[in-house]
């Protein structure tokens, strides 16, 4: 757990993170105010649109385990798997 001092409004502030996995950030001061980070160590990843859909470009070829998580629903579930050609999209339209 870390504690990292308030930055002025309209500054920012940046981080690297050295380790893949979900960070939670909270507010010392406000309950209500919280974030999720979710750190990769690979580039596979999408952040679904607002009708849920979402793809992943350049996946190499291969046999893949997707996964899924929501900060309300948390955990990994799987989505799907591709077993398509080189350099094919994953896509959903069924995320909901
Ligand atoms: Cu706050």
Redesign the pocket.
């Known amino acids: 757990m870390s504690t990292w001092a308030p930055t002025p409004r309209g500054q920012t502030k940046s981080h690297q993170f050295r380790h893949a996995g979900l960070v939670k950030v909270y ?1 010392h ?2 309950s209500h ?1 919280s974030a999720s980070i979710m750190v990769f160590d690979h580039t596979f990843f999408a952040i679904p649109k607002a009708d849920g859909t979402f793809a992943i470009d350049g996946v190499p070829a291969g046999s893949y385990r997707v996964s899924a998580w929501h900060e309300r629903v948390g955990g990994e579930q799987p989505a799907g798997e591709d077993r398509s050609g080189a350099g094919s999209p994953i896509s959903s339209s069924s995320c909901r």
């Open positions: 507010c001061i406000h105010m």
